[in-house]
């Protein structure tokens, strides 16, 4: 088995002959990991059933999971659907490019393979600028869930790709960390009401500017619902360890501090790092702190995970974030990592 073949390329002016290089190599059938400006997304075309296949053995993901077309502008959206509703044009207007996936009937011309079988199809316009160079070098929508295994997390470094999936990708451009570290918000357009299946970078406060009617799915998607939205199971963004989140700051401490006595723990708070008390009895643990910003806290959120997983923790020990909207997203991520086992 070889190696994928790993790629550094400048944001600032992305090289074109390596841009070439992959859009060539993802015509070919190939698998090519690529920045967005959320998370890293491995790429297939979308318009070929033998990529879309090799995605979802790539993965480990059910074949009845939908994934995401990336195009270049509206015209791409209008290529693969069908009775756009109109707000579509809104939408993508105030947020396009960017984190916002936008669900929308599917045209017959395009493959069930990439809807899981549905009849409608999800499209989104990268704003990353190795995202958006990438798909207009390959000239046709590209196919591309986060670029880790199925029920792993989602990966905001090349460096994550490649522990993932190792050689089941073919070649991966490497971009730095991305920005804004969760994955897009998806929006569906086929129902009465806008509404939205998953909660990300695009936050519903800022959708609710467009249309007020924008409601949202319950934040972990029960199997009914599951049905509904594929791909919305809650054994999803789960870390190899299990994860706890507790109420209050104090409360985690001691709960890390107890932990710790008996397996390799991992605390994460929000806000200040620990000060020198706080610190008792942690000697073992790993601990982090993130912003007391929910943009701030979820570019750092994955990442955070990753570091403890490859550091072989057994429990993550997680100080709860606000209740309030803005971080909706964030404890969407969380709750679904630690509902996992
Ligand atoms: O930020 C992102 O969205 C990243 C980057 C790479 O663009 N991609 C990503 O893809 O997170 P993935 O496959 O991990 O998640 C796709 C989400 C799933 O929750 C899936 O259920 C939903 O989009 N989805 C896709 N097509 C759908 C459809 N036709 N109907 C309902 N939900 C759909
Ligand atoms: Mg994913």
Redesign the pocket.
Known sequence: MKAPVLRAIDPRSPDASLLDEAASRLRRGELVAFP?E????LGGLATDVRSLARIFAAKGRPVT????A?VEGFDGLLRLARDVPASARAFADAFWPG?L?L?VPKASSVPPEL??G?D???V?V?SHPVALAFVRSVGAPVA???ANRYQGI?PTTAVHVVRSLGDRVDFVLDAGPTTSGI??T?L?LTREVPTI??P??IAISELRRIDARVVALATVVDESEARV????DAKHYAPDAHVVVVTSRLESLALARDESGRRKVALLLRGAPPVDGERDGLDGALVRALPDDPSDYARGLYAALHDFESAGVAVVVVEAVPSDEAWWAVRDRLTRASSSR
Request: glycine letters at 14%.
């Open positions: 967005t959320t998370v890293y997304g999971h939908p994934l995401i990336h984190g996936t669900v809807t899981g549905t409608s199809v999800a989104r990268p591309a869930p986060s989602s994955e897009s998806v569906d299946l998953r990300g970078a939205s594929p791909g919305m």
